[in-house]
């Protein structure tokens, strides 16, 4: 099983960014997928989460520029950025927890590079 990022890259501030996660491998079930990110010198962390269901969470600070969706049939979580900043400057991570009779494991993507320029 792994997660394969995709997306990312430079945007001018106030400007917008997709990212994407696609799951491969021995699939049984995906529950809760997320997106995290981490700036330089500072811990990662959740910017939003959605289950299997569609039920999204935001964090506070991009509440309103960003959106999490997801494809169940593609196993494919994403990340629409709009409104950049430059505060929003890491590198993200989608994170996603898979799912087996009797096991329930959790895995991360490899990262993605966002730069924003003000």
């Known amino acids: 099983v792994q997660l394969v990022q995709s997306g990312g890259g430079l945007a001018q501030s106030g400007g917008s960014l997709r990212l994407s996660c696609a799951a491969s491998?021995?699939?049984?079930?995906?529950?809760?997928m997320a997106w995290y990110r981490q700036a330089p010198g500072k811990e990662r962390e959740l910017v939003a989460s959605?289950?299997?269901?569609?039920?999204?969470n935001v964090v506070d600070s991009v509440k309103g520029r960003f959106t999490i969706s997801r494809d169940n049939g593609a196993n494919t979580v994403y990340l629409q950025m709009n409104g950049l900043k430059s505060e929003d400057t890491a590198v993200y991570y989608c994170?996603?927890?898979?799912?087996?009779?009797?096991?329930?494991?959790?895995?991360w993507g490899q990262g993605t590079q966002v730069t924003v320029s003000s």
């Open positions: 994170r996603a927890e898979f799912v087996w009779p009797r096991i329930k494991d959790i895995y």
């Open positions: 491998g021995k699939i049984f079930g995906i529950e809760e």
């Open positions: 959605i289950t299997r269901s569609g039920s999204s």
